[in-house]
């Protein structure tokens, strides 16, 4: 069973950009959909974007013209780049098999000044 580990978070001015990173323990090649999520403070857990087998991506309209989902098959990894980030981009975010519903530990990301 693919083991997911987040990584890149951290804390970040209005503005400013962060690279996040999820590497999988085994090969994601065959897995069809993986997923970032995000929960924020006494908040639900929100989909954020999804990336699949054949690369096609799609994203919340809250992120969508400033995240980038992408991944690596050869390295196992996902990647989530966030440009513009604002106050309310700030969560916990997680890393997710769509096939399988596994999740990572997640990373915590803070937009503040």
């Known amino acids: 069973q693919v083991q997911l580990v987040e990584s890149g978070g951290g804390l970040v001015q209005p503005g400013g950009s962060l690279r996040l990173s999820c590497a999988a323990s085994?090969?994601?090649?065959?897995?069809?959909?993986m997923d970032w999520y995000r929960q924020a403070p006494g908040k639900s857990r929100e989909w954020v974007a999804t990336i699949t087998s054949g690369s096609i991506t799609t994203y919340g309209y809250s992120v969508k013209g400033r995240f980038t989902i992408s991944r690596d098959n050869a390295k196992n990894t996902v990647s989530l780049q966030m440009n513009s980030l604002k106050p309310e981009d700030t969560a916990v975010y997680y890393c997710?098999?769509?096939?399988?519903?596994?999740w990572g530990q997640g990373t915590q990301v803070t937009v503040s000044s």
């Open positions: 085994g090969s994601i090649a065959s897995i069809n959909y």
């Open positions: 997710h098999d769509g096939d399988f519903g596994l």
